[in-house]
Each structure stands twice: as structure tokens, then as C-alpha cells.
């Protein structure tokens, strides 16, 4: 979970709750904990009820699909030899 949970987008309890099946109490522990280790960044303005983060490591739609393209004309070369 610690590995995956940076490469997500978009954190918040409830999206931890339905991905890994664990409660809200044991979802808040850990993104207190992965902010701590400067593994989640908060975005915007935080509330006590509500907690948005986003992963150090996550990529958006566009940088992901830019990364996939390059991947892919990469192995189309190495395939033309």
C-alpha cells in the first residue's frame, strides 16, 4: 500500500476506503502518517472533515499519456532492428 499510495492523484479517505477495503479510521492514520514521510502533498486550503492530497510521485493524464508515447516509439525501434 505505502508503494501505491504516492503514484495516486488524487487522496482522500474515502478513495483509500474503496481501493483497500480498510476503515476511515485506519485510512486517516495512514495518510497522516505517508504526509509526515513527505509522501502526500496537501493540495489547497485543508479542513478537519475534508483532506485532500495528491502523491509525490503521481503523474497527471497528460504526462502519463506523454510517458506511454515515448515508451512505446522506444520498443517500436528496438523492434525495426
Excluded: W
Excluded at 506511454?68 to 525495426?80: G, S, V
Amino acid at each position: 500500500m505505502e508503494k501505491e499510495i504516492p503514484k495516486i492523484l488524487c487522496v482522500t479517505r474515502a478513495i483509500l476506503c474503496e481501493k483497500f477495503k480498510i476503515s476511515g479510521s485506519v485510512a486517516r492514520a495512514l495518510i497522516k502518517d505517508l504526509h509526515n514521510r513527505q509522501l502526500l502533498i496537501p493540495v489547497g486550503q485543508q479542513h478537519s472533515t475534508f483532506d485532500l492530497y495528491k502523491g509525490a510521485q503521481a503523474k497527471s493524464a497528460t504526462k502519463r499519456a506523454e510517458d506511454e508515447a515515448a515508451e512505446a516509439a522506444q520498443t517500436k525501434k528496438k523492434k525495426e532492428k
